[in-house]
């Protein structure tokens, strides 16, 4: 993930895993009224979207050797633009449309003259979606802090 | 014989339908949706998936509202729904110490880095039924406060800097990850094998065992040193695109207990660990698959091993509701041959037995 150059391989990896990340936690109906907002380009179904499992490991201890705690329900995809490029998509759940709409988001990204669209009109915004409702989330776990402090300085 | 095949065949599809107008209840009441049932019974829809051992709320939510609630019942028809669906592979495994934490407490160290976070959680409440419930309540919106950028370190970390507890063990990378859902479980079973049995074990069962070893049977002076919950992101190595790809998140439970020591003439003493994870909110659960992730750990250990939770076997052999309540249920079914054979081996001995008795009576009367 690391990388010096901004137009490196790494770099792009980087900004595909990064966009898979906020399309995987949106949903599907909230990616596909961001993508009405552009205009979609010729594609094909490279892989027609299917469902399946995948096998979740967890690690003995939270750090040791991984054993397999339980299976995730999964659904793929795969498209390409008329240009060429290959996009992937892959979320948990059975919703193919939600993962197709990765796929092409993805080819999307790695297109020189997309991306900066679908980043701007897609995946900004839906970024910003899943923050606040990470902050929120984190807002109110924090009001359930325990301040051992307060309690004491309640009965002096 | 045939003719009762023939007459059960009609008997069985009206009892379905009679099964589905009774699952219905009430045609007035109106019908509960698969998002209620994920949105308010939302730790049954946790357990089914957990013991299910498959991660989608919304299947689990149709499996509770098919089997009218059972939770057992619900459990398998998970299990057997995984069955229809290919396996892409395995994801890398999750990294609990950067979860998203809603919940994270420890009863062994008051100041624990990050701080002790509640979150929605049955302690501490009263237990007392709520008759505001029953209908139209309304609750407030939850407090929110500013959430701090620390890091929440396992207290299992904390502990192993100092060398105070013992490290996890780490993976032997000749060794494939054991998968009880490919291969027939033997014994003895290595940790991976038995934590992913505990995993999908049924609660109940581990609770029983886990306060087993707490009266007595097979004890090992546990602290939950930490446990934890909330959102953990989930990566998956897909071979056509060349990296790890994230698959979103999901919800887990972790327990760390921490156990008594052991050490030795070469090695300084230090706690042991007993581990137990899950999906959802599964608190109990995971807190009972620690105590008995610990009390299997003790032959290793070097400790006397004759209680039960100490006994892999017996506790992989039961630990599988779907597995016991197949063999148990199994028994309903007709077993008209089987018994007509007992019935007529059971006859002959009586008519055995009056024979000898009435052979002795005849004596006796001959005397």
């Known amino acids: 993930m690391s990388s010096t150059s901004s137009t490196g391989p790494d770099s792009k990896q980087a900004q595909r895993k990064a966009a898979m990340t906020v399309l995987a936690h949106s949903a599907a109906a909230d990616i596909a009224g961001r993508l009405a907002a552009i205009a979609i380009p010729k594609h094909e179904n490279l892989r027609e979207p299917e469902n399946g499992l995948v096998?979740?490991?967890?690690?003995?201890?939270?750090?040791?050797?991984?054993?397999?705690?339980?299976?995730?329900?999964?659904?793929?995809?795969?498209?390409?633009?008329?240009?060429?490029?290959?996009?992937?998509?892959?979320?948990?759940?059975?919703?193919?449309?939600?993962?197709?709409?990765?796929?092409?988001?993805?080819?999307m990204v790695q297109s020189a003259e997309l991306c900066g669209e679908v980043e701007a009109k897609v995946i900004a915004p839906l970024r910003a979606a899943v923050n606040a409702e990470r902050a929120r989330k984190a807002a109110e776990a924090a009001a359930t802090r325990v301040d051992f402090y307060t309690m004491v300085r309640g009965e002096g | 014989m045939y003719v009762a095949v023939k007459g059960g065949e009609r008997a069985i599809e009206n009892a379905h339908r009679l099964l589905a107008h009774e699952r219905r209840g009430d045609r007035a009441v109106p019908e509960v949706t698969l998002a209620q049932i994920s949105e308010q019974l939302a730790l049954g829809v946790?357990?089914?998936?957990?013991?299910?051992?498959?991660?989608?709320?919304?299947?689990?939510?149709?499996?509770?509202?098919?089997?009218?609630?059972?939770?057992i019942e619900a459990i398998f028809l998970v299990r057997a729904f995984r069955a229809t669906l290919p396996r892409f592979g395995a994801t890398d495994p999750v990294n609990t110490g950067e979860m998203q934490v809603r919940r994270r407490i420890s009863?062994?160290?008051?100041?624990?880095?990050?701080?002790?976070?509640?979150?929605?959680t049955f302690d501490y409440t009263h237990r007392l039924l709520d008759p505001q419930l029953a209908e139209g309540f309304v609750p407030e919106q939850p407090a929110t406060a500013e959430a701090s950028q620390a890091a929440t370190p396992r207290v299992t970390d904390i502990l192993g800097r100092d060398g105070l507890i013992e490290t996890s063990p780490q993976a032997d990378s000749d060794a494939p990850v054991g998968d009880l859902t490919r291969e027939p479980l033997s014994f003895p079973a290595d940790r991976d094998l038995r934590l992913q049995n505990l995993a999908r074990g049924d609660e109940g069962f581990l609770l029983a065992l886990g306060y087993s070893t707490q009266r007595g049977y097979g004890r090992n002076h546990p602290f939950a040193g930490e446990i934890r919950f909330g959102e953990v992101e989930v990566e998956f190595f897909?071979?056509?695109?060349?990296?790890?790809?994230?698959?979103?998140?999901?919800?887990?439970?972790?327990?760390?207990m921490v156990n008594q020591f052991k050490g030795s003439t070469t090695e300084a003493p230090c706690f042991t660990r007993g581990y137990g994870l899950a999906f959802g909110q599964s608190e109990r659960k995971t807190m009972s698959m620690a105590l008995v992730d610990r009390a299997l750990r003790a032959r290793e250990l070097g400790e006397e091993a004759g209680a039960p939770a100490q006994d892999e076997e017996f506790v992989m052999s039961h630990s599988?509701?779907?597995?016991?309540?197949?063999?148990?249920?199994?028994?309903?079914?007709?077993?008209?041959?089987?018994?007509?054979?007992?019935?007529?081996?059971?006859?002959?001995?009586?008519?055995?037995?009056?024979?000898?008795?009435?052979?002795?009576?005849?004596?006796?009367?001959?005397?």
Request: some cysteine; aromatic content about 6%; charged content about 25%.
């Open chain 1, 55 to 107: 096998m979740m490991r967890g690690r003995v201890g939270g750090d040791g050797a991984p054993f397999n705690l339980g299976e995730a329900t999964v659904s793929r995809a795969a498209v390409r633009l008329a240009s060429g490029e290959v996009g992937f998509g892959y979320t948990l759940g059975r919703d193919a449309q939600k993962a197709q709409m990765i796929a092409l988001c993805d080819a």
């Open chain 2, 46 to 71: 946790d357990r089914v998936m957990t013991e299910g051992s498959l991660y989608d709320r919304e299947l689990a939510a149709l499996a509770i509202k098919q089997a009218r609630g059972d939770m």
């Open chain 2, 107 to 120: 009863s062994t160290f008051k100041d624990v880095p990050g701080g002790q976070i509640l979150g929605p």
């Open chain 2, 238 to 256: 897909a071979e056509d695109v060349g990296f790890a790809v994230p698959l979103g998140s999901v919800e887990l439970t972790e327990c760390q």
């Open chain 2, 320 to 367: 599988d509701n779907v597995q016991s309540t197949g063999f148990v249920e199994h028994l309903k079914l007709p077993h008209y041959v089987d018994f007509q054979s007992e019935l007529g081996l059971l006859r002959k001995l009586r008519q055995e037995f009056a024979e000898a008795n009435q052979a002795v009576e005849l004596q006796e009367a001959a005397e």
